[in-house]
T-cell receptor, first 115, second 110 residues
Framework: DARVTQTPRHKVTEMGQEVTMRCQPI?????VFWYRQTMMQGLELLAY????????DSGMPKDRFSAEMPDATLATLKIQPSEPRDSAVYFC?????????????FGPGTRLTVL | GEDVEQSLFLSVREGDSSVINCTYT??????LYWYKQEPGAGLQLLTY?????DMKQDQRLTVLLNKKDKHLSLRIADTQTGDSAIYFC??????????FGTGTRLTVIP
């Protein structure tokens, strides 16, 4: 049963600390997305990769956020330093461009709370 | 870039129909999707419509597409409390990029 996994599921940290979120996309998928969801802003696209290359990270605050794909089985989203306004649920999704109408499969999310 | 817009909140009474609306801007869209997010979970594909169709029905769900106005809607007949969730529309552009709306939080009042 292939699915996207994310770790940690929950993270509570203090302002100024570094936070790293990890995602394992579905094997064989060539596109990976990072989203942030809050009650007031809804779902926002932060960045996405195709074949491990970053295609668009315009939704991401560049001064503190960074996204990487060190290999095809791992995507990371790092916040340094974290701020209370970063509190949100962060979703990773993967998909295969050109297959089945480009459906995206979402992970369960990482709920981040920055105090 | 593509802009996909939805209202953030919608409340309906149990048994009524819900209509969730979405507008998009890209004229080269190929597929349009509705995703559903249950509380505490990620998004899951609910249904989709190809851009050359104007309607798709699946049990209690009806998707309407007005391509001229770039307007997509999802109608849920006989809405139940279990339908309470966040519903996202998404647009697949001609460049094979998928853009999501912010999501509409549907609250069903018993």
């Amino acid at each position: 049963d292939a699915r996207v996994t994310q770790t940690p599921r929950h993270k509570v940290t203090e302002m100024g600390q570094e936070v790293t979120m990890r995602c394992q996309p579905i094997l064989g998928h060539n596109t990976v997305f990072w989203y942030r969801q809050t009650m007031m802003q809804g779902l926002e696209l932060l960045a996405y990769f195709r074949n491990r290359a970053p295609l668009d990270d315009s939704g991401m605050p560049k001064d503190r956020f960074s996204a990487e794909m060190p290999d095809a089985t791992l995507a990371t989203l790092k916040i340094q330093p974290s701020e209370p306004r970063d509190s949100a649920v962060y979703f990773c999704a993967s998909g295969l461009v050109g297959a089945g109408g480009n459906e995206q499969f979402f992970g369960p999310g990482t709920r981040l709370t920055v105090l | 870039g593509e802009d996909v817009e939805q209202s953030l909140f919608l409340s309906v009474r149990e048994g009524d129909s819900s209509v969730i609306n979405c507008t998009y801007t890209d004229s080269s869209s190929t597929y349009l999707y509705w995703y559903k997010q249950e509380p505490g979970a990620g998004l899951q594909l609910l249904t989709y419509i190809f851009s050359n169709m104007d309607m798709k029905q699946d049990q209690r769900l009806t998707v309407l597409l007005n391509k001229k106005d770039k307007h997509l809607s999802l109608r849920i007949a006989d809405t139940q409390t279990g339908d309470s969730a966040i519903y996202f529309c998404a647009d697949l552009t001609g460049a094979n990029n998928l853009f999501f709306g912010t999501g509409t939080r549907l609250t069903v009042i018993p």
